[in-house]
T-cell receptor, first 115, second 112 residues
Framework: KAGVTQTPRYLIKTRGQQVTLSCSPI?????VSWYQQTPGQGLQFLFEYFSETQRNKGNFPGRFSGRQFSNSRSEMNVSTLELGDSALYLC??????????????FGEGSRLTVL | GESVGLHLPTLSVQEGDNSIINCAYS??????FIWYKQESGKGPQFIIDIRSNMDKRQGQRVTVLLNKTVKHLSLQIAATQPGDSAVYFCAEKEGATNKLIFGTGTLLAVQP
């Protein structure tokens, strides 16, 4: 069974540009959540999607957005990139959006560097 | 902002010893507490979780202890192996959501 797949794995952008990251969850998983990981702030929740609806949103500016498609694949977008957006962006999936467990399945992440 | 475990300690142990990783959490309303392991270059991997109405749960070579009185969570790894070397994160979640609040992590270094 394939795991969570994130693309691209690495990318470099310049300030002011925008970026779109993609996540394909494990087959059958309908919930996708996104996290940002930086050395200074650690792992921080961005948002969660279930059945194409955003269920939760973290404390990030409106430049960060996401969406989920009918096949459960998800994308997140960051516009007007800032140096501080350099991070590892992690996607996690689970079977339902009402998990009675703490188990999420994470991808290996997309490493974004903003110059 | 919200946070769990604001420290990033490093724990160095000898192979074969038991390891104990600690974490403090902040939200009394959290109903699940979880431990994740992250190896270099990989995403976090689920280890074990515990519901808020429990105080101990055991898995294979791992035990999680929850003390709600002092908002403390610990992960015990028995007979630590070199393959256990990684950063360990505690996390908490509240309600029917997949929003996890992570701690800053503990680096476990296993010396052969």
């Amino acid at each position: 069974k394939a795991g969570v797949t994130q693309t691209p794995r690495y990318l470099i952008k310049t300030r002011g540009q925008q970026v779109t990251l993609s996540c394909s969850p494990i087959s059958g998983h309908r919930s996708v959540s996104w996290y940002q990981q930086t050395p200074g702030q650690g792992l921080q929740f961005l948002f969660e999607y279930f059945s194409e609806t955003q269920r939760n949103k973290g404390n990030f500016p409106g430049r960060f957005s996401g969406r989920q498609f009918s096949n459960s694949r998800s994308e997140m977008n960051v516009s007007t990139l800032e140096l501080g957006d350099s991070a590892l962006y992690l996607c996690a999936s689970s079977i339902t959006g009402q998990a009675n467990t703490g188990e999420l399945f994470f991808g290996e992440g997309s490493r974004l560097t903003v110059l | 902002g919200e946070s769990v475990g604001l420290h990033l300690p490093t724990l160095s142990v000898q192979e074969g010893d038991n390891s104990i990783i600690n974490c403090a959490y902040s939200n009394s309303a959290s109903d699940y507490f979880i431990w994740y392991k992250q190896e270099s270059g990989k995403g976090p991997q689920f280890i074990i979780d515990i519901r808020s109405n429990m105080d101990k749960r055991q898995g294979q070579r791992v035990t999680v202890l929850l003390n709600k009185t002092v908002k403390h969570l610990s992960l015990q790894i028995a007979a630590t192996q070199p393959g256990d070397s990684a950063v360990y994160f505690c996390a908490e979640k509240e309600g029917a959501t997949n929003k996890l609040i992570f701690g800053t992590g503990t680096l476990l270094a296993v010396q052969p």
